[in-house]
């Protein structure tokens, strides 16, 4: 089963060309069949190989199925024309796929001692990169501090995939199927027209992350959220053309570019944020795990353990922000979200009715959490609305679309 299918289709727009760089890694055999799938869409594909690349497939093999010629060298063709700029010019997207642990760290530091390289820094069109190597390598805090800082700078990430992987060993690393990759690059190429202008105009302010509430100055309690979805929406929300203010509860997460970040620890903190801001705002939406009860009384001092006994915290109900801002900023038009553990639809549908919502993105706990992907049900007056599992970031950019088009009716 794929798990990261976006769209069934591998439409593109007419006179679309794109770059596809390949790197060096096994997966590079996939490449032939992604070149194939775009050649018989219409699409033009100009692929660039690493050196590493070609020990793994042979140039001639991508040359024949493009019909065009390959590049892997920055000097090649330098006699007529700049090719490391011309190459990327007017392309529509740069697709690195595979791409290596050792390309992706090369990119955050903007390196530009290769074509490939080059071309993705001096690029118009947007850069997608399909992640491929071993599940060490994938789970290490290098790569993954990466790729974060990757999506931060706007990079579409595609995967990877769990299963089995070249080493031998079972794990996430796996590339994703040339068709997947095929259909979500497609998929953004046919909406990345009108996307940029989405929410033009429109101010939106989002909270994301937990929130912390101190029991004394070292301790407290908190939910687990990683902040993943609310910094993937508010980059969406900036990349549609919102001007987009983020408040965001302790995570480490990069701020995206072109978004305004609010640091905030506690709910009372984050309540204040939002409030301060709202009668600027035309969108909230509501994406951070709140905590429900704050300490009545935090302590000042560290609690010290004296004895075996059970110790009791008073709790008091904290500021729900979403519900507020219903009777505080109805003009707003406000989205929340929902973690349930079971009877998803159900559970997120009174809560949208009890925090007077015109729409609620459900999902369920124990999948959204920290991952990279997720599953959502839409929930608005006309009831429920499933969409597919898909990548965090493809899945921003599919509800400020959804966002967008409730707005404009
Ligand atoms: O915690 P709950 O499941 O009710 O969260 C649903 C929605 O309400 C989320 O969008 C969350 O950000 C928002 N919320 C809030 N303030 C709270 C609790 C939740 O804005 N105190």
Not at 63 to 87: K, N
Not at 280 to 292: E, K, N, S, T
Not at 374 to 384: F, K, S, T, Y
Request: charged residues 20%; proline residues 5%.
């Amino acid at each position: 089963m794929e798990k990261h299918i976006v769209e069934n289709t591998t439409a593109s727009p007419p006179d679309t060309r794109i770059v596809l760089g390949i790197t060096g890694s096994i997966a590079a055999y996939k490449a032939a069949e992604m070149v194939r799938l775009w050649v018989k869409a219409g699409v033009t594909v100009d692929v660039v190989m690493t050196e590493a690349a070609c020990r793994f497939i042979s140039p001639l093999t991508l040359q024949a199925l493009s019909g065009r010629p390959v590049w892997t060298e920055m000097w090649q063709g330098a006699q007529d024309r700049m090719s490391h700029i011309s190459l990327s010019r007017g392309a529509q997207a740069i697709v690195v796929a595979p791409a290596t642990a050792d390309f992706l760290a090369r990119t955050v530091q903007g390196r530009a001692d290769d074509l490939l390289s080059v071309l993705c820094l001096a690029r118009e069109g947007s850069l997608f990169v399909a992640p491929a190597m071993n599940r060490q390598m994938w789970t290490h805090p290098a790569t993954q501090r990466n790729v974060a800082q990757l999506r931060a700078d706007g990079v579409i990430t595609l995967g990877p995939d769990a299963g089995e992987l070249a080493c031998g060993e079972t794990g996430e690393g796996r590339m994703l199927s040339p068709e997947a990759i095929v259909a979500a690059v497609s998929a953004h190429l046919v909406e990345g027209k009108t996307f940029g202008r989405l929410l033009a105009g429109r101010r939106v302010l989002l909270t994301a992350g937990p929130t912390f509430e101190a029991i004394d100055p070292v301790r407290g309690l908190t939910n687990r959220s990683s902040g993943k979805m609310g910094f993937a929406l508010a980059q969406a929300a900036a990349q549609a053309g919102a001007e987009v203010t983020l408040v965001a509860g302790p995570v480490t997460l990069p701020t995206p570019s072109g978004v305004t970040r609010v640091n905030v620890v506690s709910a009372q903190e984050m309540a204040n944020a939002v409030f301060a801001r709202i009668d600027r705002a035309d969108i909230f939406i509501g994406v951070a795990a709140v905590a429900d009860y704050a300490l009545a009384a935090p302590a000042d001092q560290k609690l010290k353990k004296e004895t075996n006994e059970t110790l009791t915290l008073t709790l008091r109900p904290t500021i729900d922000i979403l519900a507020e801002l219903a009777q505080r900023a109805p003009r707003v038009f406000r989205v929340g979200f929902a973690a349930e553990s079971q009877n998803i639809a159900a559970q997120g549908e009174a809560k949208r009715q009890r925090k007077n919502l015109p729409l609620l993105i459900a999902n369920r706990a124990q999948d959204a959490i920290n991952a990279d992907d997720n599953e959502v049900i839409l929930l608005d007056d006309n009831g429920a609305h499933p969409l597919p599992r898909m990548d965090k970031s493809l899945l921003a950019r599919r509800l400020v679309e959804e966002i967008a088009r409730r707005l404009s009716r």
